[in-house]
């Protein structure tokens, strides 16, 4: 895992606004920063469904649920993940 400043576009991204203290997730993320990726976890998990978890590597929608505290971060993809979420179109 590795942190990036990147400038997001709205016409390239779709948003989700959490109504939580985003402070948290940020320090669990950053807390693993220099993690490897899981890519054994994502084929095994994702593609073949054997909810395999690495503990100390993550793939990309796994680290976001478990900050999340969604149970079973190695089940969710990305499209999981964001039908976890409440999605609006607009900031409130």
Not at 4 to 25: G, H, M, N, Q, R
Not at 68 to 76: F, M, R, S
């Amino acid at each position: 895992m590795r942190e990036k400043e990147i400038t997001l576009k709205p016409v390239s991204w779709d948003f989700v606004y959490l109504d939580i203290d985003a402070a948290k997730p940020v320090e669990f993320i950053r807390g693993r920063i220099d993690q490897k990726y899981d890519y054994w976890g994502i084929l095994w998990s994702q593609l073949f469904r054997f909810n395999f978890h690495a503990a100390d590597e993550w793939f990309c929608s796994e680290i976001i649920a478990a900050a999340l505290k969604i149970a079973e971060p190695q089940k969710v993809s990305p499209g999981g993940l964001r039908g976890k979420v409440e999605y609006c179109s607009a900031p409130p």
